[in-house]
């Protein structure tokens, strides 16, 4: 069953904390994607992947940090220095760099 | 000007009426066009995408596209209360980047 994964759900940090979401997909697509959603704010680009080993940072990657050592995985790091994390992460791939996207389920961050 | 503009609602319209839902975008170059559908809560999910001038219709949906207006638009038919959701039009930016997302448009039908 083909798709796009992300864990966990729900994800409650304190302050000063790094915390990793995780993004697989089985799709075999090239390129991945993060994106965070806040209300009313619409999708922002954190990162995003075209090739393995290589990533480039998206409009808000301030704070945030990602690897892509294999191609069926993305995880993106929220770190302690980024101020305010609360928001519905989104993880997305698509065969190649261009074209339409498609979404993972989503984690939700909150920040205590 | 934002690369990609949409009137973030909400829009009402009642039950087995058209909705009419409207994107504009900046650059000029664009040359494919994404529809994504948003429920609260859920992540966004592709209904429909358009690369050449004119319409292009899937069931109730139907995307039309107008690149010397630099707009593209989405109609649903006889909608449903299950159509009540997120709308939100995306658009590639130059080169082989990522789309760029509008804020999107809420969508209310009223049963």
């Known amino acids: 069953d083909g798709g796009i994964t992300q864990s966990p759900k729900y994800l409650f940090r304190k302050e000063g904390q790094n915390v990793t979401l995780s993004c697989e997909q089985n799709l075999n697509h090239d390129a991945m994607y993060w994106y965070r959603q806040d209300p009313g704010q619409g999708l922002r680009l954190i990162y995003y992947s075209q090739i393995v080993n290589d990533f480039q940072k998206g409009d808000i990657a301030e704070g945030y940090s990602v690897s892509r050592e294999k191609k069926e995985s993305f995880p993106l790091t929220v770190t302690s220095a980024q101020k305010n994390p609360t928001a519905f992460y989104l993880c997305?791939?698509?065969?190649?760099?261009?074209?339409?996207?498609?979404f993972g389920p989503g984690t939700r961050l909150t920040v205590l | 000007q934002k690369e990609v503009e949409q009137n973030s609602g909400p829009l009402s319209v009642p039950e087995g009426a058209i909705a009419s839902l409207n994107c504009t975008y900046s650059d000029r170059g664009s040359q494919s066009f994404f529809w994504y559908r948003q429920y609260s809560g859920k992540s966004p999910e592709l209904i429909m995408f358009?690369?050449?001038?004119g319409d292009k219709e899937d069931g109730r949906f139907t995307a039309q596209l107008n690149k010397a207006s630099q707009y593209v638009s989405l109609l649903i038919r006889d909608s449903q209360p299950s159509d009540s959701a997120t709308y939100l039009c995306?658009?590639?930016?130059?080169?082989?980047?990522?789309?760029?997302f509008g804020k999107g448009t809420r969508l209310s039908v009223i049963a």
């Open positions: 995306a658009v590639p930016r130059t080169g082989n980047t990522p789309l760029v």
């Open positions: 997305a791939s698509s065969v190649t760099g261009v074209g339409e996207q498609f």
């Open positions: 358009i690369y050449s001038n």
